[in-house]
C-alpha cells in the first residue's frame, strides 16, 4: 500500500469520527434546519465523487468511486426524504381553519 493512498484512508477514518462527535452535538429541534441546509453540500459532495469516479483507471479506484457515488446518492435522496418528512410533521401542528359557510339571513315575518 502507498502512502498516498493511506493518507486518503486515514483522513477517511478520522472524517467519520468527527461527523460523529459533531453530529452527537446536535440539539433535536436544530436537526430539521441543518439537515435542509446540507442537502446541498451533499450534492456537492456527490458531484466531487462522480468526477473521482470518471477519472479512475485500476479497478479498486473503480469500485471506490462507485461506492462513493452510490454512499453520496443514498444520502442526498434520504437528507431530503427525511427533510420533507419532518416538514410534513411540522405542518400538522398548524391550527386549521374550517372552511367558510355562507350565512343567510332571514327577515322575521
Known amino acids: 500500500m502507498n502512502n498516498e493512498l493511506l493518507n486518503e484512508v486515514t483522513f477517511f477514518v478520522l472524517s467519520i469520527f468527527v461527523g460523529i462527535e459533531v453530529i452527537s452535538k446536535v440539539p433535536t429541534i436544530l436537526h430539521t ?22 477519472g479512475a483507471s485500476s479497478p479498486v479506484t473503480i469500485i ?37 359557510t355562507p350565512t343567510t339571513t332571514t327577515k322575521p315575518a
Open 33 to 54: 434546519p441543518l439537515m435542509s441546509g446540507t442537502n446541498a453540500i451533499h450534492g456537492i459532495i456527490l458531484v466531487g465523487a462522480i468526477v473521482i469516479a470518471a
Open 64 to 100: 471506490l468511486g462507485l461506492v462513493a457515488v452510490t454512499l453520496a446518492t443514498t444520502n442526498v435522496v434520504g437528507g431530503f426524504v427525511v427533510t420533507d418528512r419532518m416538514l410534513e410533521m411540522f405542518k400538522g401542528r398548524q391550527a386549521t381553519k374550517p372552511p367558510a
